[in-house]
């Protein structure tokens, strides 16, 4: 299993931008593919975002052209860039781990977006 641990949640008004982080401990980074997901009250988990061992990126579409995520192997880490932020975009941010080489499905706890003026 991976650990991961996310910081970069907050408070943050209309058209403003946050950078969530996510650290991963424990396995191969390198292999890893790495995303993001969301989950609002009161509705399911979403995927926004994932970007693959070899830096291929993969967006919802209701974060494209807002949304950047990256990785950066040498500190084990993907972040997630976020500009433009609307109210909709206000939830639980999750980071996931996974790899079907090391059968290895792993989330991070959690970090709070909240857009609102």
């Known amino acids: 299993q991976v650990h991961l641990e996310e910081s970069g949640g907050g408070l943050v008004q209309p058209g403003g931008s946050l950078r969530l982080s996510c650290r991963a401990f424990g396995l191969i980074f390198d292999i890893l593919t790495m995303g993001w997901y969301r989950q609002a009250p009161g509705k399911q988990r979403e995927l926004v975002a994932t970007?693959?061992?070899?830096?291929?990126?993969n967006y919802a579409d209701s974060v494209k052209g807002r949304f950047t995520i990256s990785r950066d192997n040498a500190k084990n880490t993907v972040y997630l860039q976020m500009n433009s932020l609307k109210p909709e975009d206000t939830a639980v941010y999750y980071c996931n781990a996974d790899s079907l080489v090391l059968n290895t499905n792993s989330w991070g706890q959690g970090t709070q977006v909240t857009v609102s003026s």
């Open positions: 970007v693959s061992p070899g830096g291929r990126t």
